[in-house]
């Protein structure tokens, strides 16, 4: 199969059979054997009566629907297991994604042989203060924590080849930062491509402001995990002995200076250096613990897939 089109949804029944129309028109215009797979995330209006409609009419319609709302990142996941294409594309439910870009996306996977390529909404349609400033801020800092230069994190609309999709794990609310999972795992040939957007035509916005904020504390998260997840001692027992050798310092001098040199001055718990030195051990004490527990949780799910084997011989 050529094209797996992964569409993760939550309330679009307006627009998901003028989404359906266009998809299959653009497919059959190409000759592409394709499957489009729905991800019904909870939706509360009827978009699920519109895909088994739909899938009826049509075998390469197939559908997923949760049980409940568990999110993008989960419905992604779901679709990623599914799919069966070579290339896999993914786009959001809202008509906002052109599926005439469907056919030059396949050529970047497959001649221009791109892991993944990245829609990028150079022109967009949104309202500017709420949407395109925190949109530059958010894709500036995504781009300096995790190295990859791409133009838009955030956009629906991407292309992969059928291995990346396969072995990343797209959780929480990570789907922001799929080109980072990949670049971790190895995937490094990563594209962009700039695509058409379109203003909002039915439904309404899905995420609101949080999704900044979310956003912002998920890219601490994979900065974290990308640099030190499988060494975290090597952040938390650094800092630790930091702070502990600072405390320290300070104790020691507190210590030498009452009994040689001012036995008469001050109490030691009346002087500022006494709680430095209490706090920043203690601090200390706590990051060197925190290293080892994140250790020992690292070395309890060893059974767990730690590496990935791009081929193999004679099996
Ligand atoms: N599976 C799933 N999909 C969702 C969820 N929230 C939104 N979506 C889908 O994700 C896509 C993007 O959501 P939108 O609300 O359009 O976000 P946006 O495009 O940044 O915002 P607008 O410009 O206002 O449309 C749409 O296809 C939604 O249906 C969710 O919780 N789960
Ligand atoms: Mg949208």
Redo the contacts with the bound molecule.
């Keep these: 199969m050529d094209i797996s089109v992964v569409i ?3 309330n ?1 029944k307006e627009s998901l059979k003028e989404l359906y129309d266009w998809i299959a028109k653009v497919m059959q215009s190409n000759h592409f054997s394709y499957e489009i797979i729905f ?1 019904d ?1 909870g939706s509360t209006d009827g978009s699920w009566d519109i895909i088994s409609n739909l899938s009826q009419q049509d075998d390469n319609v197939k559908g997923i629907r949760f049980l409940k ?1 568990f ?2 990142s989960q ?1 992604l996941h779901a679709g990623f297991e599914k799919a069966l294409g070579e290339v896999i594309i993914t786009m ?3 008509l ?1 994604d052109n599926p005439d870009e469907i056919p030059e996306l396949h050529n970047m996977i497959v001649n221009n042989k791109f892991d993944l390529v990245s829609g990028w909404k150079k022109k967009r349609f ?1 309202n500017k203060l709420t949407k395109n400033l925190p949109s530059k801020l958010f894709n500036w800092a995504a781009r300096k924590t995790s190295g990859v230069k791409l133009n838009d994190f955030n956009c ?1 609309l991407k292309a992969y080849h059928n291995d990346v999709v396969k072995n990343i794990d797209v959780n929480g609310e990570m789907h922001r930062y799929i080109p980072v999972l990949a670049k971790n795992a190895g995937f490094t040939n990563i594209g962009e491509k700039v695509v058409k957007h379109q203003a ?1 035509k039915y439904g309404e ?3 609101g402001m949080e999704r900044f904020i979310n956003g912002f504390l998920d890219l601490i998260t994979i900065w974290f995990i990308s640099r030190f997840g499988k060494r975290p001692m090597h952040l938390f027992g650094a800092l630790g002995v930091i702070m502990f050798i600072v405390g320290i310092s300070f104790a020691a001098y507190l210590g030498v200076d009452k009994l040689f040199f001012n036995p008469d001055g001050r109490l030691i718990t009346q002087r500022p250096q006494f709680y430095i030195a209490l706090v920043t051990m203690i601090i200390g004490t706590q990051f060197f613990v925190a290293g080892f527990l994140g250790e020992i949780i690292l070395t309890a799910k060893r059974n767990k897939k730690r590496y990935l084997i791009k081929n193999e011989l004679n099996f």
């Design positions: 993760p949804l939550l679009e991800i995330d709302n999110g993008k419905a959001d439910a809202d906002q949104d629906g909002r916005t899905k995420f």
